[in-house]
Nanobody
Framework: QVQLVESGGGLVQAGGSLRLSCAAS????????MAWFRQAPGKEREFVGS????????YYADSVKGRFAISRDNTKNTMYLQTNGLKTEDTAVYYC?????????????????WGQGTQVTVSS
């Protein structure tokens, strides 16, 4: 089992930044893929980016590429999502997720473990 807890959401003006955190506990993440998804009201859950915990490689959705960055702190078992240049359309609940397989990182239904989510609201 893996437990995930997100934090760091809030209200920010367009163009601003937030750093979201996802603290993991339970099993070792060494062989896991972790990811950020988001869900806006009335919309489906959307892939934001992923992190191969072992290699540190990352992959991003086109909508956030160049603005968002994923990083990790191995000592704290924590993944981060640095969000810069926020837009009103980035407003959503942001979730972190984890799974053991390295395949299909953009598919939300493939992820076994989820956090409770953290709200990000971007005002114009």
């Amino acid at each position: 089992q893996v437990q995930l807890v997100e934090s760091g959401g809030g209200l920010v003006q367009a163009g601003g930044s937030l750093r979201l955190s996802c603290a993991a506990s339970g099993r070792s993440l060494r062989t896991y893929v972790m990811a950020w998804f988001r869900q806006a009201p009335g919309k489906e859950r959307e892939f934001v980016g992923s992190l191969n915990w072992s290699s540190g490689s990352t992959y991003y959705a086109d909508s956030v590429k160049g603005r968002f960055a994923i990083s990790r702190d191995n000592t704290k078992n924590t993944m981060y999502l640095q969000t810069n240049g926020l837009k009103t359309e980035d407003t959503a609940v942001y979730y972190c997720a984890a799974k053991a397989s390295l395949l299909r990182v953009t598919v939300s239904s493939d992820y076994a473990y989820w956090g409770q989510g953290t709200q990000v609201t971007v005002s114009s």
